[in-house]
Structure formats: C-alpha cells, structure tokens
C-alpha cells in the first residue's frame, strides 16, 4: 500500500513542492531516502513519540520513505507532520484517507504538539500556484499563510487534531482580510525627530535622505546624535506599499524573524548591524543560504555605526548589492538570488580620537593618523553613498529648551508627497526613487540650465570636489526639487546638495 502528500522546501525565498511517499514492503526498518539531512532523518524518533502519545504506533513492517524529487537537499523539521499522517494513512490506522492534494507542514514534539516551522509564507504561494486544495500548517504560522488569498489554511496545533480533521471533526479555516490588515497599519513609531533638539540641519539632510532614498553617511564626534538621529529615520519613510509588505514578510519568514502569530510586517525594516558582523553575515550565505542583514533591510534601512570599524572585506561585499539591489549566492549545484533594496545609513568619528574639526575640543591626531583612519572606507564604497553629514554637538542652550521640534508626520508628509512626484516620474523605468537613476535617465529627468551648470562647476573647482560627486550632486539636486514642488532644478537646489560632499573635498583631513 502505498500514501502521497505534498510538502515544501525552502531554497533561497522560493518553496519547491515535495511530494512525500510512504510505502510498506516485507520485512523491518524504516529507510529515509530523496537527500535528507540530519534533521529529517532525525524525523522518525519525533514521529513514533508523537504517535504513542495520540495512542497509535508505527508499523511494525518495513517502511520505505521516498521525498522526490530526489535531487533536491531536504533540510529541517517541517517534514514530521505530512510524514506522521503517511504513515497512519498507509498502516490503515486511520481508515481509507485521500490526503495527496494537500500540502502539509510542521515539526513534532515527542508529546505530539505541532511547532512553528520557516518559510510558511512562500509554501502558501507555492500551494496556490499548484492549486492545492488546502494547506495545513502550525497554529502559530496560520496566520501568515492566510494572508495568500484563494487558499484554505488550516492551523494545526497537535497531531491528534489533523487525525480528527481526516475522521470526526473537521478544522475551521483560517482567515485574514488582508486589505484590511494593511490598511490598517501601525503608524507609531518608538522615535520621533519632534524630541530632537536642534540639529535642523541635521534634520533636513534625513528628509532628504528619506525623500530621494538616498544612501547617507553622518560624520561626527562620540555624543553629537548620530545614532539618534539614524534611529528616527524610519519614522519619516514613505509607508510600505501591499507588494513591498508581502515581499518583507516573505524574507523575514523564511530567515525566521516573524514573531509568532505575526501576519503581515507593515513598518519598513530598520537592522542595526555590529561592527563585528561577518560577510556572511551581512550578505547572507552559509553552506544552506540564509538572507543576510541586507536583505532583512530589505525596503527598510540598513544602520552601520562606527563604520571605520567594520572589515574591510565586510564593508567591500556591500558595492554589488547597493548598485544591483540584490545579491546572487552561487554554489556548485545552485544560485540563489535573494533581494536587497536597501538605504544604507552609516555613522562615523572624523578620526581615531573623535575630535577632528570639533568647533571646543581639540584633535589629538596627526594628519597622517587621520587620513589612514578615513581610508579604512574605499573610495568605491564612499562613491555609493549620496549625502555626507556633518554633525556637530548641539549647544547647551538648545539642550534645555523645553521646546519640541517638528514631529515626524510633518516631515514625513513631505517625504511622501515628494516620493509620489518620483512614481510619476519613474513609472515606466522600473526605479521607485531619485538616488536609482542611473547615467541615462539622470541626463533625462535632471536639466541644468547656465546658472546651475555655472554654480556647479565654480564648485567642482573651488571646493576641489572629485569626480565622482557630479552625479551625485545631481541626484541629491533633484531631491531637493522634488522636496519643493519644482518642476527644474534651481540654483539653490545645486547650492544645497553641493554641502552634502564633504568627504569628497580633498581637503577633508588635511
């Protein structure tokens, strides 16, 4: 006799359809084959504990266990379920059960209980495209597969309970109203600019940061905000579309960062990275890949404080995927392509002690100390990031003043509208925001007229500006005109984004 049901593994951020096959011959033992790894193999302790719990037992004969297709690694727990319901369909302990149009998922407790596995979200939509008749997942992922439409869920939260929905009483399906769901989104966020004091200047750079979603790098002394600042960046982003929300729940599934009985993320990411992360670790990989810090930043912000710290290799892994917005893991029998449309946001000391161009303290290091300390970021990193903002500590009369700064809904209304002017713009170029233009479409959508081009050009000179700021400059320019309703830029546009290249004048450091 022979039982069939469907399950999924998880490559990358996509699901490839299982089919599970359980067979019983002449003889004993229990042979697992179709490239399982430890966990799967381990599969059959959990099985005939959960089993004896619910007042079954295995098959006493030999029971052959096929996961095809055969060339695909199957890894992880989320095969003990559908292969627990094989076995008491093909040993007839549950009576004549047609269970192969379902997809089933979910790890076993020795007591039976069922526990949340990863990468919920992907299966449901693999299961959709399949058209399977329903899917049947752990209680605490229910939730975030229901969010795929056209497709019964049904949580399960102990073995005994899919037994009595095969024989007696059937599960009630989940269900989500996903629309409503996104609609109604969490707006409040922990951090606010309104608790800011001063730094306006500061302040305007992140509007234009969030506004153009361009890369930024705040350069300061220990103390003068940066990593306040950074932190409330999140609160002045434009709110996730639906898409975006399903594309960063996806991620997050799969790496297993949803909390249990998560839904759907509504906020954009904000992932603070340690200067001790690896490369793996920030770009994903491993010998089984996982999404790394980028693509959990995915939409969202990706934070490197005390960027001069990272690894030179770490912070050199970053140039592709900014450029790209993605990255490619390649192996000997794979690729996997996991996305990473990131705002990277780095803080930084001037130099070792802190205090290079502190308007009240002076620089203990020598030139040649702060030099080697700023060369630690590559010219072809530095070239990626758009605005450079110096930060300078806020004095002590506006530390206490009891008066509040503009909230983050005033800023972030603005960043919105501006970002609404950019889909307009954009809508046929498959970019969403001023800092993706690339060399074309900048000589498109950004025309100088003399005055600009003259104010640009004495500032290229004076300000010895390298080469590659021009575009920059340019995009930043844009932004800015955007931020203002302007259909052209104008010269104070220019004037403005030149003010954002400090570490681009050769005499940075000198």
């Known amino acids: 006799m022979l039982s069939k049901t469907m399950s999924a593994a998880v490559l990358g951020v996509d699901a490839w359809p299982i089919t599970i096959e359980v067979n019983l ?54 095969f003990d379920l559908p292969l627990a319901i094989c076995l008491l369909s093909v040993s007839e302990q549950i009576g004549a059960v047609d269970i192969s149009d379902y997809f089933i998922m979910g790890e076993l407790s020795l007591d039976g209980s069922v526990l949340p596995v990863k990468g919920v979200l992907s ?50 399906a989940v269900r989500v109203d996903l629309q409503e769901l996104f609609d109604h989104q969490d707006s409040n966020f922990v951090y606010d600019f309104q608790d800011v004091k001063g730094q306006e200047g500061i302040k305007r750079a992140m509007e234009i940061a969030a506004a153009g979603s361009h890369n930024a790098i705040l350069i300061g002394p220990p103390g003068a905000g940066k990593t306040m600042l950074a932190k409330r960046l999140p609160s002045i982003l434009p709110p996730l579309t639906l898409e975006e929300a399903l594309e960063t729940t996806r991620l997050h599934s799969v790496a297993g960062k949803l909390h249990a009985n998560q839904t759907l993320i509504t906020q954009r990411p904000y992932r603070s990275v340690h200067h001790t992360i690896s490369d793996i670790g920030l770009v994903g990989g491993g010998a089984h890949p996982q999404p790394g810090e980028i693509s959990l930043a995915h939409h969202g912000v990706l934070f490197l404080d005390e960027l001069p710290e990272f690894k030179r290799v770490v912070l050199e892994v970053l140039r592709q995927p900014m450029e790209e917005r ?14 990473a449309n990131f705002m990277l946001v780095s803080a930084m000391n001037p130099c070792p002690c802190g205090y290079f161009n502190h308007p009240e303290r002076a620089c203990v290091c020598g030139t040649t100390v702060v030099q080697r300390y700023l060369n630690r970021i590559s010219g072809p990193l530095m070239d990626r990031i758009d605005l450079h903002v110096e930060v300078t500590p806020v004095p002590f009369k506006e530390l206490e003043s ?17 970002r609404q002017i950019q889909q307009v713009r954009f809508k046929e170029k498959g970019i969403y925001a001023n800092a993706q233009m690339s060399a074309a479409q900048l000589k498109e959508f950004v025309q100088l ?3 600009c081009a003259g ?56």
């Open 326 to 339: 993605r990255i490619t893991i390649s192996r000997a029998r794979f690729n996997v392509e996991f996305p």
């Open 25 to 78: 011959t002449e003889g004993l033992g229990y042979n697992l084959v179709g490239l399982p790894d430890n966990a799967v193999k381990e599969s059959m302790h959990r099985i005939e504990s959960a089993l004896h719990e619910c007042g079954f037992m295995m098959p006493r004969r030999k029971v052959v266990i096929n996961l095809a297709p055969a060339d695909i690694r199957k890894e992880g727990s989320a």
């Open 123 to 172: 299966m449901a939509l693999l299961a959709k495209k399949m058209g399977m008749q329903a899917i049947f997942v752990p209680k605490e992922n229910a939730r975030e597969a229901a969010i795929v439409s056209g497709l019964s869920v049904y949580g399960v939260g102990h073995l005994q309970e899919l037994v009595d929905h095969f024989v007696t009483e059937p599960l009630v």
């Open 449 to 451: 007229d003399d005055a």
């Open 402 to 418: 009891r008066a509040l700064g503009e909230s983050s809904a005033s800023i972030r209304a603005r960043v919105i509208k501006a």
């Open 455 to 510: 104010l640009l050009r004495q500032a290229m000179q004076r300000l010895s500006l390298s080469a590659r700021a021009y575009d920059r400059i340019l995009k930043v320019a844009r932004t800015i005109a955007d931020l203002e309703g302007s259909e052209g830029i104008l010269p104070q546009h220019i004037a403005e984004a030149i003010q954002f290249r400090s570490l681009d004048r050769e005499s940075w450091g000198a």
